[in-house]
């Protein structure tokens, strides 16, 4: 049995994930969608609705910005009340 359990190395490089106040493209998004899903998921319905080029789609389009759409933007005065504007 090989590996490096008993070795005490680990060689993989640890991660660096982007720090929010150093990533200005990551501060500015932030100030705008605090709810990444629900814009995702409205994007993610805009795409499937251009590519079936039907009423169908439009309708998913619709009806789910129609529900993200607002409570995005309660959650979003919500997280701004709770902890500011940083």
């Known amino acids: ?8 190395g680990d060689f993989r ?3 660096q994930f982007p720090s929010p106040k150093s990533d200005r ?4 998004l932030t100030e705008v969608v ?5 814009f995702e998921e409205c994007v993610e319905w805009l795409g499937w609705a251009m590519m ?3 009423w169908v789609g439009l309708g ?5 910005c129609a529900n993200l759409v607002p409570r995005g933007r309660v ?5 701004l009340d709770k902890f500011g504007e940083d």
């Open 13 to 15: 490089p640890e991660r």
């Open 60 to 64: 998913f389009l619709l009806f789910t």
């Open 25 to 28: 493209v990551l501060v500015q």
């Open 75 to 79: 959650n979003h005065k919500w997280y």
């Open 1 to 8: 049995m090989t590996g490096t359990s008993g070795s005490g």
């Open 34 to 38: 605090s709810f990444p899903s629900y």
């Open 52 to 54: 079936t080029w039907s």
